[in-house]
């Protein structure tokens, strides 16, 4: 299968209301040009520095959507043309965001990342914490980023029963959040969820953006075995 004909598989299955996000780590230049040039030019990566490098070599119009666990000291590196964070987990990286955005001068749009999976190696909110981050004193105060929504990665897993159990967990944590802090705020609208073995039930549990990396560009193959995934 080429990535051309995977894009046109994904196109069909895929309702058109939903943003794909193309998950472009490890991927050459070329293997991004080759989905781009099909039209998708939403981009996501999880390691600043590769983001970073790859950014100037691939065309400006790219919305860079940065789907990793983001340390504060690596904000700086992709702030200046990130178009959105998907990982935000603390009060404390939402201020240094925003401290960085506003030394720019610009808007930076975040997801809050929430923990559903049953692993411990994934990051993520639960909805208690989410509740603190919001009504913190100093969230008001943050004016150079948009909270858009929420972000959550389920296990990994064959069974599609808990996968659409964390599914479900994710969408009710959106509409706890739109309810008691996003009412009339527009701005609050996206639910990331769903990967290359779960995005199908993810659109049928109310996803809006999917993050598709295996499903287009095959599998990925690592240098290193201690950073899959
Ligand atoms: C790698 C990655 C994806 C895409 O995974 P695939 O299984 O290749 O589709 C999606 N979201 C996040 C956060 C990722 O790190």
Not at 32 to 54: F, P, T
């Amino acid at each position: 299968m080429s990535i051309i004909s995977n894009l046109e598989k994904l196109k069909n299955e895929i309702p058109s209301q939903v943003k794909l996000v193309a998950v472009s780590k490890t991927r050459t230049k070329e293997e991004i040009l080759e989905a781009y040039n099909c039209g998708y030019k939403a981009m996501g990566e999880n390691k600043a520095q590769e983001l970073a490098n790859k950014y100037p070599n691939l065309p400006t119009d790219i919305d860079w959507h940065f789907v990793g666990h983001l340390q504060t000291n690596k904000i700086r590196l992709i702030a200046p043309f990130v178009k959105m964070l998907h990982s935000i987990d603390s009060i404390h990286i939402l201020v240094e965001v925003n401290k960085e955005a506003a030394r720019i001068n610009k808007k930076i749009d975040c997801l809050l990342q929430f923990y559903i999976a049953d692993e411990d190696t994934k990051f993520g909110l639960s909805l208690e914490e989410a509740h603190h981050l919001l009504s913190s004193p100093s969230y008001p105060t943050l004016h150079n980023i948009n909270v858009c929504g929420v972000m959550g990665m389920a296990t990994y897993t064959e069974d599609k029963n808990q996968i659409r159990k964390e599914f479900k967990m994710l969408k009710s944590f959106y509409d706890n959040l739109k309810n008691s802090f996003f009412k009339s705020d527009t701005k609050f609208k996206e639910i990331s969820m769903g990967m290359s073995n779960d995005y199908k039930i993810a659109i049928e549990e109310g996803a809006t953006i999917v993050r598709i990396g295996t499903e287009i560009f095959g599998e990925r193959i690592y240098l290193s075995p201690f950073s899959k995934r």
